[in-house]
């Protein structure tokens, strides 16, 4: 039994690793790398869910970063539990087979309630007066006080939102990542797991807020590559194996697709006033859209209108892909949790969740960062609103507001999605822009299903072979 940490670095492609990443390419020089044919959709939640079940969305269920729960009638987005994801998991199965085995999931996605013997991941709390404070889960419960004792409290402004990915009086560009990459550290000084999942966000923020191809991103590669090669020498020294993966990768987008307001310009989406402002009821709608990157999982009550949905989607602008329930299974997307129609728009596209016709109608979560009450991802969320005077001094006297009590709306997003230069969630044409293992094992191939990661990290902690025969 080898012990292994797989440092998930969130947007690392083949075409990143070079100049700006010293730690990487020296890594890579020593072992191998195979590109991921991506996990469709290629998200967070489904691509991080098919390596640890070795299944598709279709059997394990994560559709997307969220779906519309049709019992509730309601969109759910960024769940936590683990049961949400169907299936055996790989430290299930390796602590079957393996007297002995212990699994850490450090802030990977679905954390609460699994089976691993340690799980750290970002959870606010949210008192009954409205107010909400920032915070982690951990299992078990002490490891969250030891945590945040020797290393203080999680950023978490700067895990999401515009202080992520940027210098800001919450903390330096890597502040999130480097809290948890510092909490590897101490759960492997402390516990020694046999295998540990660390999840390392950092590329993410500018990818999305600049583009990959923005002069700046070089300065995040080496902050990235900074932080592996500290772990590097951390763990090799202690005998660990390293892996090194991503969930995606991201292509620079100019074109936002506004799905709901194609729907409700047919008269096909239901909107309610609440104080004046706009809500989408989605289970009084005949249609509507839950994006997510660049995907969309439409929803159409009345099955008359499943053709004309087809045939306007096929003719919106920035649409790649229109799937039925028959090519819904060819993509290994058939799961009673995926829309009636899934939309793949082109790699220089995305998918908001707007409906609003006028901004002054907009709700007021549509200003705030939001990732559970808005009905659809929302990557604006990473900016100041450019058009507010003094935007600093207004965070700062919200802030003054919540810690002497009263109530307060952090209204300082801005609802135009013109901003966004980065996504991913299609299969990008070039395997450059597909995500990567790497190992210093031999690999099955230069190429490897997504399904086939659960293989590779399985071989490499029981010290079988992962080459071909």
Same mark, same amino acid.
């Given at each position: 039994m080898q012990r292994v940490v797989v440092l998930n670095v969130v947007g690392l492609t083949r075409g990143l690793i070079g100049p700006h990443t010293p730690h990487l390419a020296a890594f890579l020089k020593q072992g191998h790398l195979a590109v991921i044919d991506p996990t469709l959709p290629a998200l967070t939640c489904s691509a991080q869910s098919t390596y640890v079940t070795g299944l598709p969305p279709s059997s394990h269920g994560i559709v997307a970063n969220g779906w519309y729960n049709r019992d509730l009638a309601e969109v759910q987005? #960024?769940?936590?539990?683990?049961?949400?994801?169907?299936?055996?998991? /790989? #430290?299930? !199965? /390796? =602590?079957?087979? /393996?007297?002995?085995?212990?699994?850490?999931?450090?802030? #990977? %996605?679905?954390? &609460?309630?699994?089976?691993?013997? %340690?799980s750290v991941t970002p959870r606010p709390m949210y008192p009954a007066d409205g107010r909400k404070f920032f915070d982690i889960y951990a299992w078990p419960y002490d490891l969250r006080s030891a945590l945040k004792k020797d290393l203080g409290d999680f950023p978490f402004p700067t895990f999401w939102g515009p202080a992520a990915g940027t210098q800001s009086p919450q903390g330096a560009p890597d502040a999130a990542s480097r809290w948890i990459a510092n909490s590897a550290r101490w759960i492997e000084e402390h516990h020694q797991p046999t295998l540990q999942l660390v999840y390392l966000p950092h590329l993410d923020y500018s990818f999305q807020r600049l583009g990959p191809n923005h002069p700046d991103i070089p300065a995040d590669l080496r902050r990235i590559d900074d932080l592996v090669g500290d772990l590097l020498a951390f763990f090799q020294p202690r005998g660990v194996d390293v892996v090194i993966l991503s969930e995606y990768g991201i292509t620079p987008v100019s074109t936002p697709i506004h799905l709901n307001r194609l729907f409700r310009q047919q008269g096909w989406l239901t909107i309610k006033e609440e104080l004046g402002l706009e809500l989408l009821d989605a289970g009084q709608s005949q249609v509507f859209a839950v994006a997510d990157h660049q995907v969309a999982h439409v929803h159409v009550r009345n099955p008359r209108l499943l053709e004309p949905v087809q045939q306007l989607l096929n003719a919106t602008p920035g649409v790649a892909q229109v799937l039925d329930a028959h090519s819904k299974r060819d993509v290994g997307l058939d799961h009673p949790?995926?829309?009636?129609?899934v939309v793949f728009s082109r790699e220089d596209a995305w998918f908001t969740y707007y409906y609003w016709l006028e901004d002054r109608l907009a709700p007021d979560f549509a200003r705030c960062v939001d990732i559970h009450r808005k009905p659809g991802y929302d990557p604006v969320e990473l900016f100041l609103d450019p058009n507010l005077s003094a935007v600093k001094l207004r965070i700062a006297w919200r802030l003054l507001k919540k810690k002497?009590?009263? =109530? &307060?709306? &952090?209204?300082?997003?801005? /609802? !135009?999605?013109?901003?966004?230069?980065?996504?991913?969630?299609?299969r990008p044409s070039s395997q450059d822009d597909w995500p990567v293992l790497l190992s210093t094992s031999p690999l099955p191939g230069a190429s490897i299903a997504a399904t086939d990661v659960y293989r590779i990290l399985r071989r490499a902690v029981t010290g079988e072979s992962t080459a071909r025969n």
């Open positions: 987005f #960024w769940k936590q539990s683990n049961a949400l994801v169907q299936g055996p998991k /790989l #430290w299930d !199965d /390796l =602590r079957a087979s /393996l007297p002995g085995f212990t699994c850490a999931k450090t802030f #990977w %996605w679905y954390n &609460m309630y699994s089976t691993a013997d %340690w949790r995926a829309g009636d129609l002497l009590g009263f =109530r &307060m709306l &952090m209204d300082v997003i801005p /609802l !135009d999605a013109s901003l966004v230069r980065g996504s991913h969630g299609c």
